[in-house]
C-alpha cells in the first residue's frame, strides 16, 4: 500500500531564507504526489502535484518540487520564505485512478521575521 | 463562483448520539470525498461519492456512513458517537472526468464529542 513519511514534524526558517520540507514516499507502482497547505481555520489547498509528467513540479506562491524515483522521495522547496507562508504543509501520495489520498503526518513550518 | 463549503463550522455532540455534516461542492464538481482529520494529524480518507453512490471507503466502520443527493451535495452520518471522532471533518470537491487529485477542500467541521 501506498503511504508518505514527512521527515520534519516542525521546520522554523527566518524571513528570506530557503525552505525545504523533506517527504519520502512508498508506493508499489507510479504514484501520484502531492503537496497541501493548511492555514489556520482555512481548507486545504494544493501547492503542486506530480502526475508522471516532469520531474521537477512547480507550484503556487514559488514553491516548487522534485520527483526523485532513485530516492523515493517529494521534498517541497522555496528559494526564499515569506511570512505569510506560515502554515501546516501535507505530502500526499496515492496510485493513478485510486481516489484513497494518503496523507502525510504533517510538517509545520514557523517563519521567524 | 463559491467554493466547497460545508455545515456546520463547529458542533459539539454527546457520546452516543448521531451526527450529520453537510458539503456542497464547487460549482462544475460532481463527485465529494469525505476526510477526517485528527489534532495534530494529517487527513485520513473516509469515503467518496459519485453519482449518488459510495465509489470507494477508507478504513472507517459502518458507523460512517454518507448519502450524495441529485444536486452533487453530500452529508456525512456518524452514530454512536465516541470521543474518538472529535476531529475536523473535511470535504473536498472534484470532477470524476477530470480526475480525482483535482481535489477542492472546504474549510471543515470541527465536530468534539463530549
Known amino acids: 500500500a501506498q503511504s508518505v513519511t514527512q521527515l520534519d514534524s516542525h521546520v522554523s526558517v527566518s524571513e528570506g531564507t530557503p525552505v525545504l520540507l523533506r517527504c519520502n514516499y512508498s508506493s508499489s507502482y507510479s504514484p501520484s504526489l502531492f503537496w497541501y497547505v493548511q492555514h489556520p481555520n482555512k481548507g486545504l489547498q494544493l501547492l503542486l502535484k506530480y502526475t508522471s509528467a516532469a520531474t521537477l513540479v512547480k507550484g503556487i506562491n514559488g514553491f516548487e518540487a522534485e520527483f526523485k524515483k532513485s530516492e523515493t522521495s517529494f521534498h517541497l522547496t522555496k528559494p526564499s520564505a515569506h511570512m505569510s507562508d506560515a502554515a501546516e504543509y501535507f505530502c500526499?501520495?496515492?496510485?493513478?485512478?485510486?481516489?484513497?489520498?494518503?496523507f502525510g503526518a504533517g510538517t509545520r513550518l514557523t517563519v521567524k521575521p | 463562483d463559491a467554493g466547497v463549503t460545508q455545515s456546520p463550522t463547529h458542533l459539539i455532540k454527546t457520546r452516543g448520539q448521531q451526527v450529520t455534516l453537510r458539503c456542497s461542492p464547487k460549482s462544475g464538481h460532481d463527485t465529494v470525498s469525505w476526510y477526517q482529520q485528527a489534532l495534530g494529524q494529517g487527513p485520513q480518507f473516509i469515503f467518496q461519492?459519485?453519482?449518488?453512490?459510495?465509489?470507494q471507503r477508507g478504513n472507517f466502520p459502518d458507523r460512517f456512513s454518507g448519502h450524495q443527493f441529485p444536486n452533487y451535495s453530500s452529508e456525512l452520518n456518524v452514530n454512536a458517537l465516541l470521543l474518538g471522532d472529535s476531529a475536523l471533518y473535511l470535504c473536498?470537491?472534484?470532477?470524476?472526468?477530470?480526475?480525482?487529485?483535482?481535489?477542492?477542500f472546504g474549510p471543515g467541521t470541527r465536530l468534539t464529542v463530549t
Open positions: 461519492y459519485y453519482e449518488e453512490e459510495e465509489r
Open positions: 500526499v501520495v496515492t496510485l493513478y485512478n485510486n481516489n484513497d489520498m494518503r
Open positions: 473536498a470537491s472534484s470532477s470524476w472526468s477530470s480526475g480525482f487529485y483535482e481535489q477542492y
